[in-house]
């Protein structure tokens, strides 16, 4: 099923909600932009809580297509 997801190219505009202040004209793939918006709220809540218990305050993402790219957007 990823070849099929990776074949569907469409492009929407970034969740207003998601993105406040980015220029609307911004548009990334449907697919991430879906997962990505499934994701957001409990990914970033998460991360503010391990940011705020370790004491570090930077956070490196890695990782490959669909995984990562989601991610890269909060």
């Known amino acids: 099923m990823p070849s099929l997801t990776d074949a ?3 492009l ?8 406040p202040g980015m220029d609307r ?3 990334v793939h449907t697919r991430f ?6 994701t957001a709220k409990n990914v970033l809540a998460a991360v503010k809580t391990a940011l705020r ?3 570090f305050n ?3 993402i ?7 790219s989601p991610h890269l957007f909060t």
């Open 8 to 10: 569907d190219f469409f």
């Open 12 to 19: 929407d505009r970034l969740n207003g909600g998601l993105f």
């Open 25 to 27: 004209k911004i548009e």
């Open 33 to 38: 932009a879906e997962a990505h918006a499934k």
């Open 53 to 55: 218990e370790s004491g």
């Open 58 to 60: 930077q956070v490196m």
């Open 62 to 68: 890695v990782g490959h297509s669909l995984g990562a």
